[in-house]
Structures are given as structure tokens and as C-alpha cells.
């Protein structure tokens, strides 16, 4: 079974960090783009970041850009999120995803494209 495991969510004060974690399983990890999605109550899923199956090419949704940092490693089946800097208005339940097979660039933000979800993470951002 297809199985995405995220940690590393938690309560940081605004200009903090947290570094969460996504464990995949059950599929060819290193054939698929992955991506990172957060979602707050009553709001649609945001794409946040994502990282090709190959060529190393990460895009970033423009809220995030310069403070978000995802990594993958494919030995280990990972897929990461260094998130610096929190802001107010970054507070969510992060989940990773694999990405439909075919989409490439900026479409890959789209949670629409998102095929396998994992349950989630919560990050809340107060002082």
C-alpha cells in the first residue's frame, strides 16, 4: 500500500523554524515529483514546494519563496521541508504528496495534481 508519513509539526514563535519530514513508502519514490501542501480550516489545499523526480528542480509557491527549503532523498525515500523565518500566516496541516506522472513546472504546486496523500503535520505559529 501506498503509505506518506509526515512529522516534524509543532508550536514555533514567529521567526522561528521547524524541519518537517515525510516517510514514503509502497511506491517507486524516485520516479515521482513530490510535493508539499498545506491546508488551514475552511480554506483550500496550497501547494508550498515541490521537487522533481529528477534534475534536482524545486519550485516554490511565492508566500514561501526565499524562507522554504524542500529536499528529497531518494536512498531513504524522504522528502523534506526546512521552513525558516515562520510567519503568522503559515500556520497549517502540511501534508506530502506524490505528483501525477506527466505535469512538470509550475503545475506541480497544484494540489489538484497530488495523487497520494499523507495524513499531516500541523504547524501553529504564535508567540
Known sequence: DVRLEESGGGLVQPGGSLRLSCAASGFSFSGYHMS???QEPGKEREGVATFSRYGGITTYAEPVEGRFTI???NAKNTLSLQ???LKPEDPA?????????GIAGRETLAPGNVINWGQGTQVTVSS
Do not use: Q
Open 71 to 73: 529536499t528529497r532523498d
Open 93 to 101: 496541516m502540511y501534508y506530502c504528496g506524490a505528483i501525477r506522472p
Open 36 to 38: 508539499w501542501v498545506r
Open 83 to 85: 521552513m525558516n523565518n
